[in-house]
């Protein structure tokens, strides 16, 4: 999930990170008062979760009072990038000599993070990266290490940050440790005329699998901008909506993914990603069931499951459970393998309910399934 800069702000402010002094509304008269409070002239910035809003007119410099309250009537309920703007943030305008860029960014492939530093930051540092990539120095993180001091100091030679970015390297990296998160980044980190380093704009995406301890921002969660997928996200399922006809549920994210590609190698083209987990029970079972017949495109759907630690007839309890409260509009093709395979089908046996298949293999149930779609 990506923050607000204004929620950036706050955490970087929390980790000593100097930021300048800001304050977030939602209405002009308001925006007039914090101008106001912070000196008479604000920089009015657009609160949205897309970057380059500066170049899309969403961050104006006000000159006074009045300026703020009329820009910030400006910028309220603009579009950026298909995001409509709700809040604005007025910060503190800052004298500045130089801008520069940092951040810290998962990299997957390395199994570490990546510092991402430059001397050249700003709202062009997209353009500087494409056009001359050795502006921008990139230093591996062990993540077990961290940023110590040392370190940060050999991130910011090899960008040639000045050592007064040092400290705000390493309080930035607290951020991204303390926050969970996958990417912190500050464009720009400015030094001022008057020598001072400031944090001026941030991004933070934290990682979702560790919502559960970060609880403060689940309030703020953005909802996803489909509707099925909103309403998965509300009932904690791993949800991904696909423009196929085949729905699909199974139990682990690599099954599935096998699954999609079972069912497209069949010429049918599945309709959504849905892993229902290892611990399938009956009610999360009830609740993919309805997310995935709810979509109007599903002709067919396919559960494909292997029973490991929650076994094949525990997950055909499920499915039967389910079937009591979610009325089912679409074929069902069961294949059932694993741990207790036999039982599991048996189960379903005895339910026999009409609309209800079972295939013995991942191929032939994707294919039946593939099938039933073309069909219906
Ligand atoms: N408080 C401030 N005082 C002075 N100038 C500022 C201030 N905040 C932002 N700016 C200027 O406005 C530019 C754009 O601001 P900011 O980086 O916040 O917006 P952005 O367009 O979203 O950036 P990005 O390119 O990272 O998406 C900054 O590079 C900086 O030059
Ligand atoms: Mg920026």
Redesign the pocket.
């Known amino acids: 999930m990506d923050l607000y ?1 204004h929620q950036a702000r706050q955490l970087f402010e929390e980790h000593g990170i100097p930021v ?1 002094r ?1 304050e977030v509304t939602d209405s002009p008269k308001e925006a007039r008062a914090i101008a106001r409070r912070l000196g008479g002239r604000a ?1 009015v ?1 657009a609160q949205v979760r ?7 007119g ?2 104006k ?1 006000a000159a006074d009072p009045a300026a703020a309250e009329l820009t910030a009537r400006q910028i309220l309920g603009m579009d950026i990038k298909g995001h409509r703007v709700d809040t604005v943030m007025l ?4 004298d ?1 000599d130089t ?1 520069y860029y940092v951040s810290y960014v998962l990299d997957r492939t390395a199994g570490g993070f990546l510092a991402i530093a430059s001397a050249e ?3 062009d ?1 997209e353009e500087v990266a494409a056009s001359r990539p050795e502006a921008v120095a990139r230093v591996p993180v062990d993540p077990a290490e961290g940023v110590t001091s040392a370190k940060a100091g050999e991130i910011a030679e090899a960008a040639g940050l000045p050592p007064g970015t040092v400290d705000t390297l390493v309080r930035l990296w607290r951020v991204l440790v303390a926050e969970d998160a996958l990417l912190v ?1 500050v ?2 980190l ?1 030094r001022t005329r008057q020598g001072r380093v400031l944090a ?2 941030g ?1 933070v995406t934290l990682d979702d699998n560790a919502r559960f301890r970060q609880e403060r921002w689940g309030a703020d969660t953005p909802a996803p901008g489909d509707p099925l997928e909103a309403a998965a996200a509300a009932k904690g399922l791993n949800y991904v909506r696909l423009d196929g006809e085949v729905g699909v549920i199974g139990n682990g994210a690599g099954l599935v993914m096998s699954t999609l590609d079972v069912v497209a190698g069949c010429g049918a083209r599945p309709a959504n990603f849905l892993d229902i987990g290892g611990g399938a029970s009956a009610r999360v079972m009830a609740d993919g069931l309805s997310v995935v017949l709810a979509d109007p495109a599903v002709k067919s759907v396919l559960v494909n499951v292997f029973g490991g630690i929650t076994a094949c007839d525990a997950v055909a309890e499920g499915i039967v459970q389910a079937l009591e409260s979610v009325r089912l509009t679409k074929p069902l093709v069961v294949r059932l393998d694993g741990n207790n395979a036999a039982r599991g089908r048996a189960v379903l046996d005895r339910r026999a309910h009409p609309g209800v298949e079972q295939a013995t293999t991942m191929d032939g149930a994707a294919r039946r399934a593939a099938q039933l779609a073309t069909d219906a």
């Open positions: 800069e300048p800001a920089v910035k897309t970057g380059g809003r500066g170049k899309a969403g961050v410099l910060a503190q305008p800052v500045i801008e930051g700003g709202t540092i980044e464009n720009p400015v001026l704009d991004k």
